[in-house]
């Protein structure tokens, strides 16, 4: 199952650099929301996938009984889906006002702050 986890988490990286190699913003940012799910996948892998009991302990003793899943990880992914999201909603924004404002999605077109260079000056 390991192996699997990895390959697909190898496809996301994939995916997700291609995306984030365009010049379209909004491709940059779906890119983004890809690396960070291939992120919380290795998380959630690194815990180990086995089909143990949830990390309940019993009534009187000190720690659980037996084999049980690792909890930390699944609460770092649960986080991180959360403050991902928020950063995706942020993001979304961010671009749909730089659209509204700029009327494009092309990143080397989005040079409103910086000055205009004319071809010709000093001999270049």
């Known amino acids: 199952m390991e192996i699997l986890i990895a390959i697909i988490v190898g496809v996301l990286v994939a995916a997700s650099v291609y995306l984030m190699l365009a010049r379209n913003v909004l491709r940059f940012l779906f890119g983004m929301v890809l690396i960070s799910n ?30 049980v899943a690792n909890a930390l990880p699944q ?26 404002g700029l009327g494009t999605l092309n990143s080397d077109e989005m040079r409103v702050a910086e000055p205009v260079v004319e071809r010709g000056e000093g001999g270049k």
């Open 38 to 67: 291939a992120a919380n996948l290795t998380i959630f892998a690194s815990g180990r996938l086995t089909p143990e009991a949830p990390p309940l302990i019993p009534d009187g003793a000190y720690a659980p009984v037996g084999e």
């Open 75 to 100: 609460a770092l992914v649960l986080t991180a889906i959360v403050i991902g999201f928020g950063l995706f909603a942020f993001a979304l924004t961010l671009v749909y006002r730089s659209y509204q």
